[in-house]
């Protein structure tokens, strides 16, 4: 479902809130956001802010946090790898996928 706020002043939470459901089950949930609406001229200042929201939550090493799953299966793993393959999302560059079924939150 789409993610949408147009208050600024409550950014901070909103990148909380997001976060937290996408990344619930690594991002392996029915209400997981898909994207994010965002105003105009608003995405330079919430871009770095959703990234840093991020690291507060998994650290900069996500892939060493015990609080970051994994993808459920190999089949499902390698179907999100070919739907990601290797390339440039709005927010990160998509890196290498890992044999351990982990797949970047950035």
């Given at each position: ?20 459901g ?9 209400v997981?956001p898909d994207y994010?609406?965002l105003p ?6 919430f ?5 840093s ?12 946090s ?41």
């Amino acid at each position: 479902f789409p993610s949408h706020d147009t208050l600024c002043s409550h950014w901070e939470v909103t990148a909380k809130r997001i976060v937290w459901g996408k990344f619930f089950n690594a991002g392996q949930a029915c209400v997981a956001p898909d994207y994010l609406l965002l105003p105009r001229g608003t995405q330079e200042k919430f871009l770095p802010l959703l990234k840093s929201t991020i690291e507060s939550f998994f650290s900069t090493s996500p892939e060493n946090s015990p609080d970051y799953g994994r993808i459920v299966s190999q089949g499902h793993y390698e179907r999100l790898k070919n739907i990601w393959g290797e390339g440039k999302l709005l927010l990160v560059e998509v890196v290498k996928m890992k044999k351990d079924l982990f797949l970047p939150p950035y």
